[in-house]
């Protein structure tokens, strides 16, 4: 039954609002510019930092996230007492963090100072409170500056739906911050989606552009830059873009221009990784062991069942994730192919992750000594440094992917949750039936739900397959498979809502709407493709086939495959 | 007696005396209303205001008839589950009667939680003393939902403070007598509790309790970090408001001092939920603290701020003592 909507009055212009609807979603449906530091549409209201003021028709003040709309409700959004109230409370948030901003202290692109002069704050009357110095980091992939916080609690909240809990608010007056638990049986699994739900950088991915930029100064080096499926569509949003836009071919251009040797694709990783997996699964299948497997391209989930449920490691995939396969790859077969040492390689991934950082760093993965990738950096990060680099990445011309960086549709939908589920079916089903697809879309595991389930039809066998975004979502079917172990034979899961398109790595604002606009950019990328099966990409086959093939098993172990322990907090 | 209950509280006039003076009868239909078979009874013995030590005075005193009070309550909701939120404070002075009693209405089938809270003023908000027995962060939650609906562990809730559970008490025996507590101290000559008619006025209170200053001086009352500044002059009208308490302080007090009163109060006890009771108090302690003289536009300004924009009713709270003084003493012997 349709709900029926309501009339409100924002500014004496109707609208319409579900009832219940909290006022300041009402406002920024229809792009009524109300500000706010504590509110986010995908968040439960927290209604800390009132600064969502609005006035109603008896002049009262009230905070637009807590107040819900009713029939004929009339707000004001700018009367003279909300302007200065809503000043006063932003001197009084933002006062201590100015001083203590990460990205304030590069000048540009900060929400922060873009209200500290759209509102002309004065910071100069306010006495700046004791406050906390010491950075807690997230192994490699994030830190929290408690000074910079300023306690809107979104970071702990997301946490919390993400089903980790690692982060609380802690203390209280002013000395309230986000902290990490103490708890031995809760662990960060590096996510990072607290870095893309702070509104003031307090927590933010561990920055190693300085690191990229030495190697590229390093003229012993070769630079290889390689960007994974969701950045290209979600990066224009940093310049001004529709989220969904894009821009594959402008981001070669710009890697050029940053200094980059060579620019390969990620997505090129993926398609080994469907090969790998794929095969792997149908191994599975007819031994009928260690079933369902899980995929493993998300350090995040493989950290929660190394963490949470070590009783799973046998379920996971022993295939490498995308990039540390092409990292892999570069290093061994390319190297051989180009003739130039693999020590002298230094491979940058570009990653819509913060968990990839870690993941970058694991000492299994290394492949004769040396790391498959050397330094990964956000989606954000590479936003950064092009506008340091006053590199307009909107306006630049496109251009191709290096030849080894090629790779099928199938790798493009990586991103998406859903979609290595998607890779891995369009190649398992024809390596299994012997037979072309005739739909290559597998709609049933596509859309933003938290929890997909579909059967397979694969001839003279069903393939019973769930997708998972979000580790509390994944938790949902690991209490499924302890009432019923065959409920399914390969299971998807991201940590992040919408997949890696929705990464903790992405540009900020970051909302399942948001998402799903990117979501629906790779689906167009893929469809746009003319090779869009993995088994079918050029480059994967000879490296396959005229490479790994003629390695011993061991040496094939080194490159595409890894292990999993189980691991104790902070490992 | 269980069906005429309502109608009893509702004829007594019997109201929260927490300090919010909503009318108990009220309160307990709509639990009783709500949905949901789990129905719980929290006693609030937080009492974490300056000024009152009524709760503490009930429960070494009348702690037979608290339990009466929740009792009556109980059978009135079919409910049988009590959480006793007790000030930690409280809680040795009275563990033996009260360890007694529990024992006592648990062989009758109460089962009664004691949950020893740690001394603060937003403990005893009603939504922030859930969120500590449930080991959550201290800080008041978004209301709707009430508790009454959805209160403790998710179930209705019925949140009465120990004064409120004396009345019904009272009124279930056909004792009461129009009567409440009463908290005196600051410059007075017996600081105590005194137990008198409802509507005296704050005068007569004095004079009963031959506690009338013999000096010229101002009352603070129903808290002394919220509660209403009048002079001297002004008390024959006034009657009690909010939680029942009275502190005289001498008309030569200096404002300094009574400012820094209320301003430390609040800035320790200030949960960090909100920018404006978080940073504005902070502000305001940190002001009276460095500075000798008193920037009355940019305290009152504060002040207004947290009134005006807090979260909960902590942070507005305080204008009501600073406005007051403003007014009935600063302003008025001024011009």
Redo the contacts between chains.
């Keep these: 039954m349709p709900v029926k909507k309501v009339p409100v009055y924002i500014n004496k212009k109707k609208y319409l609002a579900l009832p219940g609807e909290s006022m300041l979603s009402v406002a920024q449906r229809n792009k009524i510019d109300i500000p706010h530091l504590c509110w986010h549409e995908d968040l439960p ?1 927290f ?5 969502c ?1 609005v006035e109603d028709s008896d002049g009262k ?1 009230l ?1 637009s996230c ?1 107040l819900r709309a009713t029939k004929d409700l009339a707000i004001t959004t700018d009367t003279k ?1 909300v302007q200065q ?1 809503r000043q ?2 932003l001197q ?2 933002l ?1 201590n963090h100015q001083a203590n901003c990460w990205r304030c202290q590069q000048k540009f692109d900060c929400p922060t100072n873009k209200l500290i002069e759209k509102y002309q704050l004065d910071f100069s ?3 700046k ?1 004791k406050i906390k110095e010491k950075i807690q980091k997230l192994n490699v992939a994030a830190e929290i500056n408690p000074a910079a916080c300023i ?1 809107c609690n979104q970071c702990a909240s997301i946490c919390d739906q993400i089903g980790i809990g690692y982060l ?9 911050t986000v902290e990490t638990s103490k708890d031995a049986k809760v662990d960060c699994i590096y996510c990072g989606q607290c870095t893309a739900h702070c509104p003031v950088s307090a927590v933010h991915e561990q920055n190693q552009l300085a690191d990229v930029i030495d190697s590229i100064e390093d003229n012993k080096k070769i630079v290889i830059a390689q960007m994974a499926p969701s950045v290209r569509c979600s990066i224009g949003e940093e310049f001004g873009l529709a989220p969904g836009t894009d821009l594959t071919g402008q981001c070669y251009t710009a890697l050029r221009q940053l200094g980059f040797d060579y620019v390969f694709d990620v997505n090129m990783g993926a398609d080994i990784t469907t090969l790998v997996e794929a095969a792997e699964l149908l191994k599975r299948l007819k031994e009928n062991k260690n079933l369902p497997m899980f995929t493993a391209c998300c350090p995040a989930w493989v950290k929660y069942v190394e963490f949470y449920h070590p009783e799973l490691i046998n379920n996971l995939t022993s295939a490498r994730s995308p990039h540390i396969h092409s990292g892999g790859a570069y290093k061994t077969w390319w190297a051989r192919e180009e003739g130039v040492k693999p020590k002298n390689i230094v491979v940058v991934s570009i990653m819509p992750c913060t968990s990839k950082k870690y993941e970058a760093r694991h000492t299994k993965l290394k492949i004769n000594g040396l790391w498959p990738v050397d330094h990964v950096i956000t989606t954000r990060e590479f936003a950064v440094w092009l506008k340091q680099r006053r590199i307009d990445l909107d306006q630049l011309p496109v251009s191709d992917v290096d030849l080894p960086g090629q790779y099928s549709g199938a790798g493009a939908i990586y991103g998406a949750s859903g979609g290595v589920m998607e890779s891995a079916l369009r190649t398992a089903y024809e390596q299994y039936t012997g037979k072309a697809l005739k739909k290559l879309e597998f709609k049933q595991v596509r859309g933003r739900q938290g929890i997909k389930k579909a059967e397979i039809d694969f001839g003279d066998r069903q393939l019973k397959v769930a997708v998972a975004a979000t580790v509390r979502n994944a938790a949902l079917l690991i209490a499924e498979l302890k009432n019923d172990p065959q409920a399914y034979q390969y299971i998807e899961v991201m940590a992040c809502p919408g997949g890696c398109i929705g990464g903790g790595g992405q540009p900020i604002p970051h909302t399942q709407k948001i998402v799903s606009q990117r979501t629906a950019g790779l689906y167009r990328h893929d469809s746009k493709m003319k090779v869009r099966k993995a088994h079918d990409n050029p480059v994967v086959q000879d490296f396959m086939n005229n490479y790994i093939a003629k390695l011993t098993r061991q040496e094939q172990e080194r490159i595409l495959f890894t292990t999993y322990t189980v691991k104790k907090k902070f490992d | 007696m269980k069906q005429n209950i309502i109608a009893l509280l509702q004829k007594n006039q019997i109201i929260g005396r927490g300090g919010a003076c909503f009318p108990t009868a009220l309160k307990w239909q709509s639990v009783k209303k709500a949905k949901g078979k789990r129905k719980i009874v929290v006693v609030n013995a937080s009492e974490g205001e300056l000024g009152l030590f009524k709760d503490i005075y009930i429960l070494e005193n009348y702690l037979d008839q608290v339990f009466i009070g929740l009792q009556t309550a109980l059978d009135y909701l079919n409910s049988t589950e009590v959480f006793f939120n007790l000030n930690k404070k409280y809680y040795s002075k009275i563990s033996k009667s009260l360890m007694r009693l529990v024992e006592q209405y648990q062989a009758s089938g109460y089962q009664i939680t004691i949950y020893q809270e740690e001394p603060s003023y937003i403990g005893g908000e009603e939504t922030t003393l859930l969120n500590s027995i449930e080991g959550k962060r201290r800080q008041p939650r978004i209301r709707p939902p009430y508790p009454a609906e959805n209160g403790l562990f998710g179930c209705p809730t019925l949140v009465q403070n120990v004064e409120t559970f004396y009345d019904i008490a009272q009124v279930a025996q056909g004792k009461y007598e129009n009567k409440r507590f009463y908290c005196l101290s600051g410059k007075i000559k017996k600081r105590g509790v005194y137990h008198l008619a409802n509507d005296l006025s704050i005068s007569e209170i004095l004079k009963i309790t031959n506690n009338y200053p013999d000096f010229s001086f101002i009352a603070q009352i129903g808290g002394s970090a919220s509660g209403l500044v009048l002079r001297d002059d002004q008390l024959a009208k006034q009657k009690m408001i909010g939680a029942g308490s009275i502190e005289i302080y001498p008309l030569t007090i200096k404002p300094h001092e009574l400012l820094y009163k209320w301003f430390d109060f609040y800035q320790q006890e200030s949960c960090g939920h909100c920018t404006p009771c978080r940073f504005g108090s902070y502000q305001l302690w940190q002001q009276i603290r460095k500075k000798k003289d008193i920037d009355w536009e940019a305290t009152l300004a504060l002040v207004n701020l947290m009134q005006k924009t807090s979260f909960c009713g902590l942070g507005s709270s305080l204008a009501q003592a600073v406005n007051s003084y403003y007014q009935n003493v600063i302003n008025y012997y001024a011009s």
């Design positions: 209201v209604g800390g930092c009132r600064i003021l003040v905070t807590t007492d109230l006063q409370n009084l948030l006062a009357a306010i006495i409170t306690a609380q608010l802690v203390d209280q007056g002013t000395l309230t």
